[in-house]
């Protein structure tokens, strides 16, 4: 059984930077292409970040430039460093294959706000 574990979320002032951790287990990403979603409180979940097997990357408009999706498939970890936090950031993150194959982690909740 495939389990996804989130990790690195928090409080954060705008304008600053968090770090994300999703360390996966029963299943080796090496062959994945990974992606980040998001969910903020009476939205849907959306994609905003992915990464193909040979670390090309994709990003939604409204994150490209200010959040880094990275993958260490010796770990087996997917990582999204964000940068220039706002507001509208704020949010539960979650990781998962590209096309949703594995049951969603809890996510991690990110909360930008001053």
């Known amino acids: 059984q495939v389990q996804l574990v989130e990790s690195g979320g928090g409080l954060v002032q705008p304008g600053g930077s968090l770090r994300l951790s999703c360390a996966v287990s029963?299943?080796?990403?090496?062959?994945?292409?990974m992606g980040w979603w998001r969910q903020a409180p009476g939205k849907e979940r959306g994609l905003i970040a992915a990464?193909?097997?040979?670390?090309?990357?994709n990003y939604a408009d409204f994150v490209r430039g200010r959040f880094i999706i990275s993958r260490d498939n010796a770990k087996n970890t997917v990582y999204l460093q964000m940068s220039s936090l706002k507001p509208d950031d704020t949010a539960v993150y979650y990781c998962?294959?590209?096309?949703?194959?594995?049951?969603w982690g809890q996510g991690t909740q990110v909360t930008v706000s001053s």
């Open positions: 990464i193909s097997t040979d670390d090309s990357t």
């Open positions: 998962n294959t590209y096309r949703r194959d594995w049951s």
């Open positions: 029963g299943a080796n990403i090496g062959d994945k292409y």
